[in-house]
């Protein structure tokens, strides 16, 4: 069955008070999220060991293989906007869940250090990628970087609860150069914790 595009879960205006225009939802998810999910189906429509296996699958199995980094940037990315997407709501941001803090404080220290340490992971990625806080391996959170389609699960750095997606088509219309600002905005306006709080209990 081929791959789809899933609907975002607010409309295309609703984060624009928050930081992010219609115009640049539209774009990046009617746009470059759905040329990702386009070149990943012709992939697998040529690719008969890729038929039948679920994206997490493909993933794994694209990684790190030079043959296939066609089809591991287009199943990466598919992966990593899927996540993306749900991780803001309108007016998001503000007070977390009691659980997600209090793990957020131990692993980190304090919510602001954890801040801090996510927004330098976003920033320092050179060039296209993404930040991510992660459950790790030995149950701690802790903040990753990956460039271009890459991820923590491809890597085995741990289990994503939190991505920001840091290529340019994320914050050119909005922020401009300004990655910096455009990371800030999403710790303190865009972020879902709830959502986030949701897959810290699942990971
Ligand atoms: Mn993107």
Known sequence: MAFTLPSLPYSHDALAASGMCQETLELHHGKHHQAYVTALNGFVEKNAALQGKTLDEIVLMSYGKPDMAGVFNNAGQHWNHNLFWPCMKP?????MPGRL???IAADFGSVDAFKEAFKQA????FGSGWAWLVVGRDGKLATVKTPNGSNPVAEGTGTPILGVDVWEHSYYLDFRNR???????????LVNWEY???LLAKA
């Open 91 to 95: 007016n998001g941001g503000g007070a």
């Open 101 to 103: 803090e209090a793990k």
């Open 122 to 125: 976003g920033i320092t990625q």
């Open 179 to 189: 990655r910096p600002d455009y990371l800030t905005n999403f710790l303190e306006k």
């Open 196 to 198: 986030v709080d949701s």
